[in-house]
């Protein structure tokens, strides 16, 4: 049993975390977010070899396993990235690589790992769950070839992707995924941003054409893996967001002063973050594990419900407590401690809430 | 990153297995269906002791030069997890998992060679005198004192929560040999190599189980050899600090939690929910399952860190949050199993409970147990350390989280 990162990983977290550090500081985010700085972070993203990482060998990628997305994805959660990693790379790059070499994908892939085109997965239409189950988007035989209609909600990276993957069902039901360029005639986009600053997009198709050769049919299990890869991504996420919270909060309780000593030398302080440091436990350990089980390609669905409902549940009570015990300053935009909690928040509504994740494990171990 | 134990422990497992099928008595297995406590029915328990120890298994934690099983902690953790499969009772943890080590880190050559090889081979049963009336979380305000004599001390005071002393052969404990300075200054560590020495009177207490498991014991001039202290003398603290290290260490606690959450679902597919159709269907209860499974699953994933050598088991806070952790996780499941017991758990069922007694339970299995542990594990968040004292440790290692 080894848990640990890779000398590789290690060494490539190391170098993200300086150049994060140096260029996607707080303040430099809330520039940023506010359009009034140039990200430039992207770019480096994509010479630093972390765009292309989690594409496989064979489409151009450095074939990164589970634990390699983790790696950078827990440092994207403590910086509060946003960058389209996950939408573009994660999601969209990798489903495709599972696609039929044929048409544009080759091309799509390729691009995708350069960082030149952006690509988004147009999922959700609504139950919040990501079940395939609920989906109601359809993919048809029109007169001249395959179209989709439906409505997509909640795309991340929705907005500025130049190709889209779409979750649908066939005309016999079966669960497929398509890929079309985001020009394509009858779609259309409605940008806005999530609680935590992402960039989203509800995406309307309005029979829409779809090349034959950018069809995967029978694609229950690449949407399957899809979803999983999202929940690690986004747990990664939530438990670095949690880690800061948890390190900024006990420094606040150490230093901030009121009936004339330290807070946290109150024990209801105190033990609030001993409550809160035993829920970033539960949540790293759960993190590492079950990438070290996603690694060996034996994470099964319940596992992934674990690890997002934990983060879920575990990540609010964390961040609920940092604002607590940062009290009135707590409640500020200008602090950093409430964008974690919202970030937190929307990973906890992304893919899967933790209700729906404790009731889904709930099913499936009270029947096994 | 690698989830798997070494493959070549399969072989080991096997082994485990093969002793574990065939070895227990009717007896032992009726004792470990029985158990509601850390402390497992004593009588068949220790005869399972002594069938370890015939096979060489007693002490999965200790080296072999002492006569441990010398096992890695991959092994003691398979061997764990065959034992909590069979529903066999865990052996109890005052000699093997405390003064045993203790011993082996601390004791004389004359106290090593005296003491471990009964502790071993379940010859004898060592209860713990620490806590006092006025001495709980604050342990180091106890007050039992104990006097130089010639060769020996004389005590007089009183012991509290002395788990199953009235079934013990041998005690070790702490007593106040000084009284100025600092409390912590002035503790010394000592071992009676008996019982029943004059002067000394063992009262069980019966608890909220309606079992008697937990015991006071009054001292009254009692005289016993100096040659049974460990360390020098007013140096206990951190004798009684070195033992409790081995109280809250090493031992993996999720084998144990993971039987009784596959107990809980077994019994929940019997059992009826209020609106009708089998519990196990229920949208309520499976939400609230779901939320038991992540959290063994969670505290499973932190054992197996810390198992693997992960940088997590070197924060300093782990014993506690690990204490905090099981034990907390312990009383949720046994919370969950008087639900799932439903109206079961409520006939009082004292007699079902004993090993032996042939009186066969009202309802299922399950729900015999049900109550009884539930009460007894209220005791899980005050004992070694209250839930309140350990999160007090906690706090004080926060800067170990580094974002």
Request: glycine fraction near 10%.
């Amino acid at each position: 049993m080894n848990f640990e990162f890779s000398d590789e990983q290690v060494m490539l977290r190391d170098s993200l975390s300086r150049m994060l550090d140096q260029r996607y500081a707080f303040e430099s985010r809330r520039r940023i977010m506010a359009g009034q700085a140039e990200t430039g972070i992207w770019s480096e993203l994509v010479d630093m070899g972390i765009v292309a990482m989690p594409l496989p060998e064979a489409c151009g990628g450095l074939g990164g396993s589970a634990s390699d997305i983790v790696a950078i994805s827990e440092l994207f959660g403590r910086h509060l990235v946003i960058e389209p990693l996950l939408p573009s790379v994660i999601l969209t790059g990798r489903a495709l690589a599972r696609f039929d070499p044929a048409g544009p994908v080759p091309r799509w892939i390729a691009d995708i790992g350069t960082g030149a085109l952006r690509g988004a997965f147009a999922h959700e239409e609504g139950s919040g769950t990501g079940a395939s189950s609920t989906l109601s988007t359809k993919l048809y035989e029109g007169e001249a070839g395959p179209r989709i209609r439906g409505s997509k909600k909640l795309v991340l990276g929705g907005g500025e992707a130049g190709v889209l993957l779409i979750s649908a069902l066939s005309e016999t039901k079966a669960v497929c995924l398509a890929a079309v360029p985001a020009d394509a005639e009858g779609i259309e986009v409605r940008r806005y941003r999530a609680l935590d600053g992402r960039p989203v997009a509800d995406i309307l198709f309005h029979d829409v054409a779809v090349d034959r050769a950018a069809i995967m049919a029978g694609a229950d299990a690449a949407l399957e893996a899809l979803l999983a890869d999202a929940r690690l991504a986004l747990a990664a996420e939530a438990v670095g967001a949690m880690a800061v919270l948890m390190a900024t909060t006990a420094d606040f309780a150490g230093t901030r002063e009121q009936f004339g000593r330290p807070i946290g030398s109150f024990q209801a302080i105190a033990h609030r973050l001993a409550d809160m440091k035993i829920a970033y436990v539960k949540a790293r350990a759960s993190l590492l594990y079950i990438a070290a089980l996603a690694d060996s390609g034996r994470a099964t669905s319940r596992d992934i419900s674990v690890l997002k409902a934990q983060v879920g549940r575990l990540g609010r009570e964390i961040a609920q407590g940092a604002v607590q015990i940062h009290g009135g300053i707590g409640m500020t935009d200008e602090l950093p401690v409430g964008h974690y909690l919202k970030h937190i928040l929307t990973i906890d509504g992304l893919f899967g809430n933790t209700d729906y994740h404790l009731r889904e494990i709930g099913r499936v171990v009270a029947s096994a | 990153m690698n989830v798997d134990f070494d493959p070549s422990l399969e072989a080991f497992r096997e082994e485990v297995c093969a002793f574990l099928d065939t070895a227990p008595t009717d007896a032992i297995r009726e004792a470990g269906r029985k158990t509601t406590s850390v402390f497992a029915p004593f009588e068949a328990t220790m005869e399972w002791h002594r069938l370890l120890y015939a096979r060489g298994w007693a002490a999965p934690a200790w080296p072999v030069e002492y006569g441990g099983t010398g096992w890695s902690l991959e092994q003691r953790y398979i061997f764990s997890e065959e034992h909590w499969k069979r529903d066999l009772p865990p052996l109890l943890p005052n000699g093997l998992i405390m003064v045993g080590p203790l011993l082996m880190e601390l004791g004389t050559p004359e106290q090593k060679r005296q003491h471990l090889p009964g502790i071993l081979s379940g010859k004898d049963y060592w209860t713990q005198g620490y806590s006092e009336p006025s001495a709980g979380s604050d342990l180091a305000a106890l007050s039992c004192s104990a006097l130089a004599d010639g060769d020996d001390y004389i005590i007089n005071g009183q012991k509290t929560w002395t788990t199953l002393a009235h079934k013990a052969n041998k005690m070790f404990m702490l007593v106040r040999t000084n009284r100025d300075g600092k409390k912590q200054q002035g503790i010394t560590f000592l071992l009676l190599d008996r019982t029943d020495y004059p002067g000394m009177h063992i009262r069980p207490i019966i608890g909220l189980d309606g079992v008697a498991e937990q015991c006071e014991v009054f001292f009254d001039n009692v005289r016993v050899p100096q040659a049974g202290r460990v360390g020098a003398e007013n140096e206990g603290w951190s004798v009684a600090k070195a033992l409790l290290k081995h109280e809250r260490g090493g031992a993996a606690h999720s084998p144990a939690i993971r039987r009784k959450l596959d107990a809980i679902r077994a019994a929940a597919r019997d059992a009826t929910a209020s609106f009708g159709g089998p519990l196990s269907e229920d949208p309520v209860f499976q939400r609230d399952l779901g939320e038991l499974e992540a959290e063994v699953a969670s505290f499973e994933h932190v054992e197996k860190l810390v198992l693997s050598g992960h940088a997590l088991a070197d924060d300093p806070a782990m014993p506690s949050l690990n204490k905090v952790m099981s034990s907390e996780l312990s009383q949720l499941l046994s919370i969950m199993m008087t639900r799932v017991a439903g109206i079961d758990a409520l006939p009082l069922q004292l007699e079902a409970l004993e090993v032996g007694s042939g009186v066969q339970p009202l309802g299922d299995p399950f729900s015999l147990v049900a109550m009884p542990y539930y009460l007894n594990t209220r005791a899980a968040s005050i004992y070694a350390g209250s839930n309140e004292v350990q999160r007090d440790l906690i706090s004080r290692n926060l800067q170990t989280v580094r974002a």
